[in-house]
């Protein structure tokens, strides 16, 4: 059974940090690419950041320079590290494992960036 697990979100001020998790089981994680959604209330959700296998990575404009996403094959883990964190990064960060037609989506944790 496959499993993705995030956690890491909260509540953080406005310039803040926080970093995000997800753990996945039940897959080989090493193949898979992994990105970070995210969705706020009343929108659609969105493409945060992506790392291949290879471990090439790509970011929204929105969070460029800000977030890193980063991957962790011996812990099948990926991360969403977000800095300089602002009220618009609030919403709910899904991560996702695709491999060619195999899709799994996490629960889902939920950031809120406010003071």
């Known amino acids: 059974q496959v499993k993705l697990v995030e956690s890491g979100g909260g509540l953080v001020q406005p310039g803040g940090s926080l970093r995000l998790s997800c753990a996945a089981s039940?897959?080989?994680?090493?193949?898979?690419?992994m990105d970070w959604f995210r969705q706020a209330p009343g929108k659609q959700r969105e493409l945060v950041a992506r790392?291949?296998?290879?471990?090439?990575?790509i970011y929204a404009d929105s969070v460029k320079g800000r977030f890193t996403i980063s991957r962790d094959n011996a812990k099948n883990t990926v991360y969403l590290q977000m800095n300089s964190l602002k009220s618009e990064d609030t919403a709910v960060y899904y991560c996702?494992?695709?491999?060619?037609?195999?899709?799994?989506w996490g629960q889902g944790t939920q950031v809120t960036v406010s003071s």
């Open positions: 996702k494992a695709s491999y060619w037609s195999s899709n799994y």
């Open positions: 039940g897959i080989s994680f090493s193949i898979y690419t």
């Open positions: 790392i291949t296998a290879g471990d090439s990575t």
